[in-house]
């Protein structure tokens, strides 16, 4: 983990609040969780995270998509892709991830977030009971042919430094909640949400 030495006041007390966390998640009629989707770009982390919101969705579930190209062309923009910018992109998505499931909303973000310890990290500030981590574990080979976006065949022209599974690592998750293969279901992810 890199960390950052951030100027902070020393006048900044955190805040009670009179609605919780329990009295969303009441009022939405289901708990607030955290789907972490990790894997290759063009693995299918996004495609898979639009079918489980739109099912959540159909069953009345309130919901929302933290996706890795949306969430940089606004919130993390200034963000490029080297080690300590993908460590700060994952840190944002985590704290912004856990503010929704604050909201009583179930979370699902799309990010290769290739770093263990930044998943580990993740985990640990939603909360191991909240957080549900699905690697999207599509061979690198596959990836490539897919390339939905040309980054791959960018990459190994040398005109994308940096770009994970090629000339930066992907650390594949040791133990994850649940390994997605292009012969899974969506439904498996969704038995974490049968009551």
């Known amino acids: 983990m890199i960390r950052h030495n951030l100027r902070r006041a020393r006048n900044i007390h955190g ?21 972490w989707l990790t894997g290759l770009s063009g693995s299918g982390k996004s495609t898979l995270a639009n079918a489980l919101e739109q099912e959540l969705h159909t069953q009345g579930k309130r919901t929302y998509l933290l996706d890795g190209d949306n969430i940089r062309q606004g919130l993390n923009k200034d963000l490029a892709f080297t080690d300590a910018d993908r460590v700060e992109n994952i840190r944002r998505i985590a704290e912004v991830a856990k503010l929704m499931m604050d909201a009583g909303l179930i979370v699902m973000t ?86």
């Open 15 to 35: 805040q009670a609040l009179s609605i919780t966390r329990q009295d969303r998640e009441r009022l939405n009629d289901h708990t607030g969780k955290v789907i």
């Open 110 to 195: 799309a990010f290769i977030s290739p770093f263990r310890q930044e998943r580990e990290m993740a985990r640990q500030l939603i909360g191991t009971e909240n957080f549900i981590e699905v690697f999207v574990d599509t061979p690198l080979e596959v990836c490539e042919q897919r390339d939905p976006k040309g980054l791959y065949k960018k990459a190994r022209n040398g005109e994308i430094p940096n770009m994970t599974g090629i000339n930066s690592p992907y650390e594949a998750p040791t133990s994850p909640d649940i390994r997605f293969t292009p012969s899974s279901s969506v439904r498996e992810i969704l038995g974490y949400f049968d009551d």
